[in-house]
């Protein structure tokens, strides 16, 4: 397969309004939170997980295009699948791991795109993914709500009894009211070569991010979208420019006089194109 030739570095702008972007199972599903400045946080595996979803629904049933970590997935079960193949089991002892690991980054989208772990059954090894995503920070400091929620049921009998019918159930919901999340993102063509990722997978993936929220919809999510995704592309494959001085180059701030951010519309995002250094460009992305 024809693997990717160049590097890619990426910045994603996308926001939260009266949602949850990524609970915290440690702090009681609060949103996630920096503690010592009050930013929120969205992990990379969110991310990816969205990412996976959209790929399994928009490429059902392509070959090429299953997902390997997905709900209710048995790892070790695929992963034996994969020495099962008729081209696995006809190599040699020492051979097959590598076979089976070309069988998975072949088969399953996310093997080729993410990496993986597979020497949790029968060995298929290990793979770093060509793409990586890093932790996504609200540009500004969020504020985290909890809100009452009533439900008018019960689950059983005896609670039932207990309320004398009035069958009630309390709850409670966690929302922060705006943020403006800030990613950033990489594409290694080494790393490509060796998965063999492709310009068909890097077209999804920019597909994937721009669009994923559009099919994650979730009443505890709240509004997320997608804002913005600058893509900075390297004519090499090894990269014409250090990733942070072009994420340099992708400003978001407050528009004057705003002093509580309630809308994507109350920042200014800019890109300086200006002066780009010799072998990078960007690439034109509609979201």
């Known amino acids: 397969m024809n693997a990717i030739q160049n590097r890619y570095d990426f910045v994603l702008l996308f926001d939260v309004q009266d949602g949850n972007p990524n609970g915290d199972p440690d702090a009681g599903n609060l949103p996630r939170v920096d503690p010592e400045t009050g930013h929120g946080l969205v992990t990379d595996v969110c991310l990816k997980r969205k990412v996976r979803n959209f790929v399994q629904i928009s490429k059902t049933g392509e070959t090429g295009?299953?997902?390997?970590?997905?709900?209710?997935?048995?790892?070790?079960?695929?992963?034996?699948?994969?020495h099962e193949d008729e081209k696995v089991k006809s190599k040699e002892k020492g051979e097959k791991t590598e076979a089976a690991r070309q069988f998975m980054c072949q088969r399953y989208f996310d093997v080729r795109t993410f990496g993986?772990?597979?020497?949790?059954?029968?060995?298929?090894?290990?793979?770093?993914?060509?793409?990586?995503?890093?932790?996504?920070?609200?540009?500004?400091?969020?504020?985290?709500?909890?809100?009452?929620?009533?439900?008018?049921?019960?689950?059983?009998?005896?609670?039932?009894?207990?309320?004398?019918?009035?069958?009630?159930?309390?709850?409670?919901?966690?929302?922060?009211?705006?943020?403006?999340y800030r990613g950033h993102g990489f594409v290694s063509a080494?790393?490509?070569?060796?998965?063999?990722?492709?310009?068909?997978?890097?077209t999804l993936l920019w597909s994937a991010?721009?669009?994923?929220?559009?099919?994650?919809?979730?009443?505890?999510?709240?509004?997320?979208?997608?804002?913005a995704l600058v893509v900075f592309r390297h004519d090499s494959a090894l990269g014409n420019a250090p990733a942070h001085t072009l994420f340099e180059r992708v400003s978001v701030h407050r528009k004057e006089g705003v002093s509580v951010p309630r809308s994507f519309s109350d920042y200014e995002v800019s890109v300086a194109t200006d002066g780009l250094p010799a072998g990078v460009n960007i690439v034109p992305m509609t979201v």
């Not at 490509?192 to 890097?202: I, Q």
């Not at 919809?217 to 509004?223: E, I, N, P, T, W």
Request: no cysteine.
């Open 190 to 202: 080494p790393l490509a070569k060796l998965t063999g990722f492709t310009e068909d997978d890097l």
């Open 209 to 227: 991010l721009s669009t994923m929220f559009e099919h994650d919809r979730s009443a505890a999510r709240g509004l997320m979208t997608t804002r």
């Open 65 to 82: 295009y299953d997902i390997f970590v997905k709900e209710k997935a048995v790892l070790n079960t695929l992963i034996d699948a994969a």
């Open 116 to 180: 993986a772990v597979m020497s949790t059954g029968k060995n298929a090894g290990q793979v770093r993914g060509p793409a990586q995503l890093t932790f996504a920070r609200s540009v500004d400091p969020i504020v985290q709500l909890e809100h009452s929620i009533t439900r008018m049921a019960v689950t059983t009998e005896a609670e039932a009894e207990k309320q004398q019918g009035d069958n009630r159930t309390m709850g409670r919901k966690f929302t922060i009211p705006y943020a403006l």
